[in-house]
């Protein structure tokens, strides 16, 4: 498949584990958060977002933990399966122009060992 | 319902060129946004359109530019073409822009571009 990224930081973690990936913004005007996984040879999927007025979102195996003091994102995924193999990108947006101008984290590579 | 459809899929093109990429977006989404990936930079923003009208646009030079017809579906161009806009050009569409909706934009799977 096609590479996203090289050099990438990357997480090996076995099947059922937790994993946690971290992201770092820069942007104190950023307040919408979006956390994408990029499977190779494939467009980024959305997986989860938060607004800056929350500090914690959940879904479906995954949540999403917003620090803004720090700057700090994570996404924790419960039960990691082999499918969850992929790159992990935050984005974070900041208002403009009656929409959002994103900035993109240079990725976590997910390994996921059965 | 059909996903982002990018064309072509791959293309390669000789430095000093000129190169045109399509996008057809949900059908329905009026938003469609363009970014290019290298392993270099990373993922980053070109531009976003919005009923025929660029609504935003990021850090590239003049030589990228878009549009966006009357049924949602857009274009990218790139002129005089530099070695370095190699890359995987992505697009991505949302109903009407992200985080006025549910999560985020819906991308394709690119168009691999290749300068020689």
């Known amino acids: 498949g096609e590479s996203v990224g090289l050099h990438l930081p990357t997480l090996s973690v076995q099947e059922g584990d937790n994993s946690i990936i971290n992201c770092a913004y820069s942007n104190s005007a950023s307040d919408y958060f979006i956390w994408y996984k990029q499977e190779s040879g494939k467009g980024p999927q959305f997986i989860i977002d938060i607004r800056s007025n929350m500090d914690k979102r959940q879904g479906q195996r995954v949540t999403v933990l917003l620090n803004k003091t720090v700057k700090h994102l994570s996404l924790q995924i419960a039960a990691t399966q082999p499918g969850d193999s992929a790159v992990y990108f935050c984005a974070e947006n900041f208002a403009s122009g009656g929409s959002y101008i994103p900035t993109f984290g240079r990725g976590t590579s997910l390994i996921v060992h059965p | 319902k059909a996903g982002v459809t990018q064309t072509p899929r791959y293309l390669i093109k000789t430095r000093g060129q000129q190169v045109t990429l399509s996008c057809s977006p949900i059908s329905g989404h009026r938003s469609v946004s363009w970014y290019q990936q290298t392993p270099g930079q990373g993922l980053q923003f070109l531009f976003e359109?919005?009923?025929?009208?660029?609504?935003n646009k990021g850090n590239f030079p003049g030589r990228f530019s878009g549009r966006q017809f009357s049924n949602s579906r857009s274009e990218m161009n790139v002129s005089t073409l530099e070695l370095g806009d190699s890359a995987l050009y992505l697009c991505?569409?949302?109903?009407?822009?992200?985080?006025?909706?549910?999560?985020?934009?819906?991308f394709g799977s690119g168009t691999r571009l290749t300068v020689v």
């Open positions: 359109y919005f009923s025929e009208t660029q609504r």
């Open positions: 991505a569409s949302s109903l009407v822009g992200i985080g006025q909706g549910i999560g985020g934009y819906t």
